[in-house]
């Protein structure tokens, strides 16, 4: 993880940290469960349906910005949502 794109996450840990500590504050219940590209640099969070895999959130190696894929077993969504500072 670049810590000069991401200060807030580098001093969590981890993205992974950075949300729990974020859905802490906010007094969300959220479970995150390991990522597919490595703890520091992408999460997921736990669906509450069964049929659903976990939201994937990934961050960016060459810019700041944050990607999201959702879906069903057997279908996939994926969206990215370039952010700057």
Same mark, same amino acid.
């Given at each position: 993880?670049?810590?000069?794109?991401?200060?807030?996450? $580098?001093? $969590?840990?981890?993205?992974? $940290?950075?949300?729990?500590?974020? !859905?802490?504050?906010?007094?969300?219940?959220?479970?995150?469960?390991?990522?597919? =590209?490595?703890? $520091?640099?992408? !999460?997921?969070? !736990?669906?509450?349906?069964?049929?659903?895999?976990?939201?994937?959130?990934?961050?960016?190696?060459?810019?700041? =910005?944050?990607?999201?894929?959702?879906? !069903?077993?057997?279908?996939?969504?994926?969206?990215?949502?370039?952010?700057?500072?």
């Amino acid at each position: 993880m670049n810590s000069d794109l991401y200060p807030d996450l $580098a001093a $969590a840990g981890s993205l992974a $940290a950075a949300l729990d500590q974020v !859905a802490a504050d906010l007094g969300v219940d959220l479970v995150t469960v390991p990522g597919d =590209w490595g703890p $520091a640099v992408s !999460a997921g969070i !736990a669906a509450l349906v069964p049929e659903r895999r976990p939201l994937s959130v990934h961050i960016g190696a060459e810019r700041r =910005w944050f990607g999201v894929s959702v879906g !069903a077993r057997g279908s996939n969504s994926s969206r990215s949502n370039p952010r700057s500072r």
